[in-house]
């Protein structure tokens, strides 16, 4: 009796193990597939090779042994990979509205022909998407100045964004654990089962405008991060919907990225009727604002009351632009967002020539290629990895004739006032994986200071593990963030330039006040019912987005109702942007003065 109620309760054991067990795996099946955003059908064929393995298991082999139910086990994990594998996600357009059967706009003639775009859900912004601003710089235009565009016959349809840029692509997954670990704001959707496209043939601009009839509204055209190696124009936190919303016309683009955009050659300047090379990117940029120029009054916008905007290796762009001889009289004001290249020498995506042009020659020598003809022959794809080798603008004599730094300590300039700053913790996400502790700290410090590590540890000293930690998260920030905007500021001021500064530092529930996290908040796009964001959150975006608006339309972000932003004339008078709104003095000057040492800063 007492063998048969054993046998009875482990037969109930592995029942039980059994469900739990299946029910597990399944439901991890079915993370797997949202997450890797797969069609709706690998759900059904999930369920559907779950309940057979469930039938084999019990009504076939009821009562064999251990071995080959694991065998059936790894069947139903096979079925599984297979069915992950045919029901991957199309690759489709994003659409410009995300509502069926949206509303279309008139119809308005721009300089290449007819187009019409979509209205948002609410009625309250039109939207075209994907309007052509130049050619496709494909087969022999890979490396060549941007081209107009081909006219087009009939009306075209602009209701979705064109391809990204070339760039590297993750597996969906891999996007979608990263929007969970960084951003904490994962939305559950089969809305989203599909990859955005990616292209050579990228050129295309993208315009937000308040709905119906309007006139002599101001523009912004903002120009997207990425490293200039990814990116792409629709992501959601700088969406032109927020500030279309309260009257201004907002214009962003693709431009090319990466080996693409920024591959330097001596073969591709004696090509060049202008002698240029390695800022293809840059020249796209430029191209579309010369399109804005032409165009955007048939928006409804002013070609003379245009503000050039960016965030990251964007606001990189737009230091460069500020200083490029081709973008004179192109846009009035500026605003940048975490990055100048306004530095003696920027710590990052810029380069001189020279050492472009030996990049350049290295690049051709690893893919056996003895001309640029032959590099053009090879496919976007098998370049495309070249991203993180070539991201770097470059001072070709054409598109930047001397450093932005040279530009402005003579007195040469584009912008008539600037809008800059940076966040409280701009560098944390980009060491994530390469933390300082006591025994690395010296040699992280030493590597990058050499001969003035000592006078970085009077100003961040070397105790305990936490300490370090966070000093080098400082030090990581300062480098190549927040220096930068010190150096651009002195230069504003050298030059009688209108500068405001800012200084990001509002946690919340999601990105909080990392890299790009101020950008939500400035472009007016909270979401409404985000519980990562609370009232304070939403008070302090009405405050930003009233800055901002204010520094569209007239140059000067101060306006009834709002704090006191003023001038930093000192390069010290920051306005925080936080919990507290009001001017601060800017910290970091200690820090400072060693990289003005290191870099040989002079305001002469």
């Known amino acids: 009796m007492g063998k048969r109620n054993t046998k009875m309760t482990d037969k109930k054991r592995a029942g039980a193990f059994f ?45 064999k042994k251990g071995f080959f139910r694991f065998l059936a086990w790894l069947g139903w994990l096979a079925a599984f990979v297979l069915v992950l594998y045919i029901t991957r996600p199309p690759v ?38 994907g309007i052509p601003y130049a050619k496709p710089p494909v087969g022999e235009l890979r490396w060549k100045e941007p081209q107009a565009p081909d006219k087009w016959e009939g009306v075209l349809l602009a209701d979705h964004f064109a391809p990204m840029s070339m760039q590297p692509s993750n597996l969906p997954i891999y996007n979608s654990l990263a929007q969970i670990i960084g951003y904490h704001d994962y939305r559950i959707s089969l809305k989203d089962n599909y990859i955005p496209p990616v292209s050579e043939d990228s050129l295309y601009l993208n315009i937000w405008k308040p709905a119906g009839e309007v006139s002599d509204l101001p523009v912004l055209v903002y120009i997207h991060g990425g490293s200039l190696q990814t990116g792409q124009p629709w992501y959601e936190d700088y969406s032109g919907k927020g500030l279309a919303d309260d009257g201004i016309i907002v214009v962003n683009m693709g431009y090319r990225l990466g080996v693409f955009g920024f591959y330097a050659d ?14 293809y990117g840059l020249l796209d940029q430029i191209k579309a604002l010369e399109w804005v120029r032409d165009n955007i009054a048939a928006f409804g916008g002013d070609p003379d009351n245009v503000t050039v905007s960016g965030e990251s290796a ?30 003696v020498e920027p710590t990052h995506s810029f380069r001189l020539l020279d050492e472009a042009l030996e990049s350049g020659a290295e690049l051709k020598e690893r893919y056996g290629c003895g001309t640029v003809d032959e590099l053009r022959a090879l496919s976007a794809s098998k370049l495309v990895d070249e991203a993180y080798t070539q991201h770097h603008m470059t001072v070709d004599g054409y598109v930047l004739e001397k450093t932005p730094y040279e530009s402005y ?11 800059h700053g940076y966040n409280l913790h701009e560098g944390e996400a980009f060491i994530l994986f390469s933390q300082a502790n006591l025994k690395n700290y010296e040699s992280k410090v030493e590597e990058y200071f050499k001969d003035l590590s000592g006078e970085v540890y009077e100003v961040y000293p070397k105790t305990t593990d936490e300490e370090v930690r966070a000093n080098w998260e400082e ?85 009834e109702g709002l ?22 003095a800017e910290r970091k000057h200690d820090f400072f ?12």
């Open 19 to 63: 469900c739990i067990s299946t029910v597990f795996v399944f439901l991890i099946m079915l993370a797997v597939l949202e997450l890797s955003k797969n069609i709706v059908a690998g759900y059904i064929l999930t369920v559907f090779v779950t309940c057979a393995y469930i039938f084999v298991y019990i009504k076939i082999l009821g009562g």
């Open 92 to 129: 489709r357009a994003v659409p410009a509205v995300d509502y069926s059967n949206p509303e279309k706009t008139k119809v308005v003639t721009v300089s290449d022909g007819m187009l019409q775009g979509v209205v948002t859900e609410d009625g309250e912004v039109e939207v075209y998407a």
């Open 266 to 279: 001596e073969e591709l300047i004696s090509e060049s009727e202008n002698g240029t090379t390695g800022n």
């Open 314 to 343: 964007g606001s990189a762009c737009v230091s460069a632009l500020c200083t490029s001889p081709l973008a004179r009289g192109l846009f009035n004001r500026v605003i940048m967002e975490s990055s100048t290249v306004a530095a």
């Open 409 to 419: 300590l003579e007195g040469e300039y584009n912008e008539t006032a600037i809008l």
């Open 475 to 559: 030090i990581y920030s300062a480098v190549f963030f927040d220096y930068p905007h010190y150096c651009l500021n002195r230069l504003a001021v050298k030059n009688n330039i209108p500068v405001y500064q800012y200084y990001f530092t509002k946690a919340n529930g999601r990105l909080g006040p990392w890299h790009s996290g101020e950008e939500v908040y400035f472009y007016g796009n909270i979401p409404s019912g985000s519980k990562l964001y609370d009232d304070l959150d939403r008070q302090l975006s009405d405050v930003m987005q009233g800055y901002f608006l204010n520094f569209i339309k007239t140059g000067n972000p101060n306006g």
């Open 563 to 584: 704090p006191e932003w003023k001038q930093n004339l000192n390069s010290s008078d920051v306005m925080e942007l936080g919990e507290n709104i009001g001017m601060i």
């Open 593 to 604: 003065a060693i990289m003005d040492k290191m870099q040989g800063w002079e305001l002469k």
